[in-house]
C-alpha cells in the first residue's frame, strides 16, 4: 500500500517562509510526478506546483518567483519552499504523485496540511 506522508505547514506571518515536505511509503518502484496542489473552503483542489522525474517543473503563476518544488527522487521525497507567504495562500497544502509500484501505476494523494498565513 502507498502512502504519501506530509509534513510542515502551520501558521505564518505574512512575508514569512515555511517548508511542506512529503515523502511517498511503500511498495514503490518510481515516480513520474511529484508535487503539490491547495484547496480553501468551498473551492475546487488547484494546483500549486508540480516536478517531474527530469528535473521538469510547472508552477502556478500566483506562486512563480515565490515557491520552489523540489525533489529527492532516490527517498521519493517532494519539497515545497514557499517564500514571501501571503494571506491568500492560506490553504490545505495536499501533497500529489504519479507514482508506479507493486499494483502499477496509479494517482496519491497526501492527507493535506494547513498552511495559515495571517498576521
Known amino acids: 500500500q502507498v502512502q504519501l506522508v506530509e509534513s510542515g505547514g502551520g501558521f505564518v506571518q505574512p512575508g514569512g517562509s515555511m517548508r511542506l515536505s512529503c515523502v511517498a511509503r511503500?511498495?514503490?518502484?518510481?515516480?513520474?510526478?511529484m508535487g503539490w496542489y491547495r484547496q480553501t473552503p468551498g473551492n475546487k483542489r488547484d494546483l500549486v506546483a508540480t516536478i517531474i522525474r527530469d528535473g521538469r517543473t510547472n508552477y502556478a503563476d500566483s506562486v512563480k518567483g515565490r515557491f520552489t518544488v523540489s525533489s529527492d527522487n532516490a527517498h521519493l521525497t517532494v519539497y515545497l519552499q514557499m517564500n514571501t507567504l501571503k494571506p491568500e495562500d492560506t490553504a490545505v497544502y495536499f501533497c500529489?504523485?504519479?507514482?508506479?509500484?507493486?499494483?502499477?501505476?496509479?494517482?496519491?494523494w497526501g492527507q493535506g496540511t494547513q498552511v495559515t498565513v495571517s498576521s
Open positions: 511503500g511498495s514503490i518502484f518510481g515516480f513520474y510526478t
Open positions: 500529489y504523485a504519479d507514482l508506479w509500484g507493486r499494483t502499477g501505476r496509479g494517482d496519491y
